[in-house]
């Protein structure tokens, strides 16, 4: 009699593992790996609703991996959070899985796309359901090695430097947090983080406690592309193909965030009191540098990979004031903008092949070629901004109403500003690239045809959609993200789940 | 070096020996040192030297199919082998299963996915290096 | 025994970060080789270094013995070496890859990404100075110069 627990928390980690399985072993009949990568998007949508369902009402999934007791083995948990955030990972799936079908750099490389995709998938999805550090670890990295191959997809030069700079960077955080991982280890004798979490306040050294949650905050801040740590971001997302640079934007910086949420919430809370000052820093940090940097920028990618940047600040201001409300404004911030954040990319990737660049000197007169892509691009660019009634507006008014009730003014002052120096951005966007006439070196481009325009712009549609349902009807949204606050902030039934009725006492 | 007659003769043998020998590494792996990742390895080091004697052309004729292929069946038989488990016992994925009474279950089934994806992901990095 | 892993943890981390802040992309990959060696060491010592017997469970017996090492760390450093193993073979194949598209290896002359001119303030200068390639993406952009 199979166990249903066991199945739910599973499927996630087991579909993108085999698609990225079946993928490599087709390869060379793309027929197939198409069929397949569709398949498996539809099949991950269906499990992650299913899980989604099955941990609404405040439910805490556990399964032991290979039946080893829970401190001991591998342990996958699904909480509220865990299991929105797979949704989300399925729906970025099948949303980029669709619109490569018409991006010629996914299409020449075909063969490698399928496979490199779904590991990608399969590292983020699983990361989000670790129960374990080390777990947590692993999967970090399979997401890493599969987004190195996916960024050089394409072959273009500049592609080479990226994907240098991506990886060291990227890997020396992985290594610190490895190290993190073998400390922490050694003061509490344990990996499970719920287990940990017990233990951590009994160790008797707690300033080697405070080093230990110091590394793994640098090392999720450079994952996370937070103030001092974003560099390797602009300097790579903006060379990978469309779909890459979309599923790249929307998932792997999150992944960075939910680790520090899930370690500063369960394990570490608020008792290390400079988790909090820290946070205030880096949230503010992030948020000005990243808009900063984005107004210097005329190219529609690098302008998005910094406001990447900047949003990513609004999740922090979360952690920092660290009241359920502020961790339900987070959760809701994040799961807005993974879906707002990957349309623009794929915007951008419309926008380059429909005008011929991706540069605003050489843009123009879009509005006219294209009404359409004009209107959906104000979808996700006026949500990014937070003007109602957009889903950014309610993330925004979540994280900016937390940080007045616990009196954090200027860090609220700050969000607020951010948001419009971010309209600035997107108008210059839409000023440069829609409304100006088209100037004498536009470059051409060929038109698309019925059946890209239908590929590249399904996905867009559809999650332009997704952004007016949340800011027309974002009671449920929120409701559920105030109830993954709660749940965050209170532990007990994330441990309990974990660890079964006996976990009370190291 | 690949005019190296004693090498272009001997690769054939010596790629049947390094396969052979890795297999064996892979089954001993149950109980004793050795297992698929080692096992991988050794056998990867076999096609590359066939690959050094013989041409890369060769050795991916050898393989049948491309590498990365065989480490997508590596990769599915690992995941797979965790599946009984869910399907008819009710026990977590990845419990292992053992046919009873006999050192045979699910873990030689996970250890020979770890082989194929080890052998198939080196000689993906490899073999561009020897069609040079 | 802990402290002389401790020590020998310092001197890799020490010479990992010299070379990783050097100029050369070869010296950049040794610096990480050395780096994840670093971090094995450091789980190898967090994790106690106390027994001396293989921690294998005697025939008959229902644990470990007492003097049986902790076999956690080991399992978490063979998989921490696998995965940095990978990740070196992803480097080199990418090292290599740039020397034959630009002849070079030198950290300060791979500006592809991120032109010297940019940000500029002139939307004009901007698009000059970015890569030829326009992000095409599709097919391998010509080399200039080449």
Do not use: C
């Not at chain 2, 041409?55 to 991916?60: Q, S, Y």
């Not at chain 3, 010479?15 to 040794?30: C, G, H, K, Q, T």
């Amino acid at each position: 009699m199979p166990n249903r627990t066991d199945w739910l928390v599973a499927l996630p980690v087991l579909i993108p593992a085999l698609a990225a399985a079946f993928g490599a072993a087709l390869h060379g009949r793309p027929r197939a790996q198409r069929l397949l990568t569709l398949f498996s998007a539809a099949l991950l949508l269906a499990a992650a609703l299913l899980l989604l369902a099955a941990v609404a009402d405040g439910t805490v999934l556990a399964s032991q991996m290979g039946d080893w007791p829970a401190p001991f083995g591998i342990t996958l948990v699904a909480d509220r959070l865990a299991a929105a955030m797979v949704l989300i990972t399925a729906i970025m799936y099948a949303a980029t899985a669709v619109y490569a079908f018409a991006d010629r750099g996914a299409m020449a490389e075909e063969a490698l796309w399928h496979p490199l995709l779904a590991a990608l998938v399969f590292g983020v999805a699983s990361a989000f359901l670790a129960g374990d550090l080390f777990n947590l670890y692993v999967w970090f990295e399979v997401m890493l090695i599969s987004s190195f191959g996916l960024l050089v997809l394409g072959g273009g030069r500049e592609q080479l430097d990226a994907a240098l700079t991506y990886g060291l960077l990227n890997l020396v955080a992985t290594t610190v947090f490895l190290i993190a991982v073998g400390m922490l280890y050694g003061l509490t004798g344990t990996l499970n983080l719920a287990d940990m979490a017990l233990r951590v306040p009994g160790v008797p050294n707690q300033g080697a406690v405070a080093a230990v949650a110091f590394l793994l905050m640098a090392a999720f801040a450079a994952k996370a592309a937070v103030f001092p740590l974003f560099f390797w971001l602009p300097a790579s997302y903006h060379t990978a193909i469309a779909p890459v640079a979309a599923i790249f934007a929307a998932l792997l910086t999150k992944v960075g965030v939910y680790a520090l949420i899930r370690l500063f919430t369960l394990v570490f809370p608020a008792s290390q009191g400079w988790v909090g000052p820290l946070m205030w820093f880096i949230a503010a940090g992030t948020m000005l540098v990243g808009v900063l940097g984005a107004a210097a920028h005329w190219e529609v990618r690098r302008i998005l990979s910094f406001h990447i940047i900047s949003q990513i600040g609004y999740m922090i201001v979360g952690l920092a004031i660290a009241t359920p409300l502020a961790i339900a404004g987070s959760v809701f911030y994040i799961l807005h903008h993974i879906i707002v954040k990957a349309n623009l990319f794929l915007i951008a990737g419309a926008m380059q092949r429909i005008g011929g660049s991706f540069s605003l000197a050489r843009l123009g007169g879009l509005w006219r070629r294209d009404p359409w892509l004009g209107l959906l691009f104000a979808v996700p660019a006026l949500s990014l901004a937070g003007l109602p009634p957009l889903s950014g507006f309610w993330a925004k008014l979540l994280v900016v109403q937390s940080g007045f009730a616990a009196s954090y003014w200027w860090l609220a002052g700050i969000a607020l500003a951010t948001g419009l120096l971010t309209l600035y951005s997107m108008l210059k966007i839409w000023l440069e690239a829609f409304w100006k006439e088209p100037p004498e070196d536009a470059p051409e481009a060929a038109p698309l045809s019925r059946r890209e325009r239908l590929l590249l712009f399904g996905p867009v549609v559809s999650l332009g959609l997704i952004t007016l349902a949340i800011g027309l009807w974002a009671e449920p949204l929120a409701a559920f993200a105030l109830a993954a606050g709660e749940q965050l902030s209170t532990r007990q039934e994330y441990i309990r789940a974990v660890l079964g009725g006996g976990g009370t006492t190291p | 070096m690949k005019d190296s007659l004693i090498l272009r003769a001997s690769a054939g043998y010596v790629l049947v020996a390094a396969v052979v020998f890795s297999l064996f590494v892979l089954l001993r792996g149950h109980n004793e040192p050795g297992g698929g990742f080692i096992g991988g390895l050794i056998g990867a080091l076999g096609f590359v030297s066939y690959g050094l004697a013989r041409g890369a052309a060769a050795t991916r004729r050898a393989l049948r199919l491309a590498p990365i292929a065989w480490a997508g069946i590596g990769l599915a038989l690992a995941a797979a082998s965790g599946l009984p488990a869910l399907l008819w016992h009710g026990e977590a994925f990845l419990t292992h299963q053992w046919l009873s009474g006999t050192p045979l279950g699910t873990t030689l089934v996970f250890d020979l996915g770890v082989y194929l994806v080890v052998l198939g992901f080196g000689l993906t990095f490899v073999l561009p290096f020897l069609e040079e | 025994m802990e402290i002389l892993l401790a020590l020998l943890f310092g001197v890799l981390l020490a010479a990992a970060v010299y070379l990783l802040l050097a100029r050369s992309v070869l010296r950049i990959i040794i610096g990480l080789l050395l780096l994840s060696n670093a971090a094995n060491i450091a789980i190898i010592g967090a994790g106690r270094v106390l027994g001396t017997a293989p921690p294998l469970v005697a025939p008959g017996a229902e644990a470990l013995a007492a003097s049986a090492s902790n076999p956690l760390p080991q399992a978490l450093v063979l998989t921490a070496i696998v995965i940095s193993f990978g990740l070196t073979a992803f480097f080199l194949v990418l090292a290599y890859a740039i020397w034959r598209s630009e002849a070079t290896l030198d950290g300060e002359a791979l500006r592809l990404a991120e032109p010297p001119l940019l940000p500029s303030t002139d939307p004009a200068l901007a698009a000059q100075a970015e890569p030829a390639a326009q992000g095409r993406g599709s097919a391998l952009p010509e080399r200039e110069g080449a």
